[in-house]
């Protein structure tokens, strides 16, 4: 079960920004809960911030005021508005339900902050 795709990562300066997006088909989409999680080698994934179906938004708080969450409804997409990258936000990131249900994950997006 593949749920969504991750799209925009790359390599990034310190302080640049970046934009990611996932997409998915599912018609649920505007009644789930979005979240973006990321995960480094040998750790587990945690939640970087998620969108509630009502917009409400919480974040973790090592990106608490760097990151923005938002979602398009009509398309079907979340994203991840990121700022002031830092070197530890390096990870690949990944999106899911906010509950992360779905037990397939997707390829993620791979992010990596250096000079």
């Known amino acids: 079960q593949v749920a969504f795709v991750e799209s925009g990562g790359g390599l990034v300066q310190p302080g640049g920004s970046l934009r990611l997006s996932c997409t998915t088909s599912?018609?649920?989409?505007?009644?789930?809960?979005l979240g973006w999680f990321r995960q480094t080698p040998g750790n587990q994934r945690e939640m970087v911030a998620i969108?509630?179906?009502?917009?409400?938004?919480t974040y973790a708080d090592s990106v608490k005021g760097r990151f923005t969450i938002a979602r398009d409804n009509a398309k079907r997409t979340g994203y991840l508005e990121m700022n002031n990258l830092q070197v530890d936000d390096t990870a690949v990131y990944y999106c899911?339900?906010?509950?992360?249900?779905?037990?397939?994950w997707g390829q993620g997006t791979q992010v990596t902050v250096s000079s």
């Open positions: 969108i509630s179906v009502g917009g409400t938004t």
């Open positions: 899911n339900s906010g509950d992360r249900r779905f037990a397939n």
């Open positions: 599912m018609n649920s989409f505007t009644i789930l809960s």
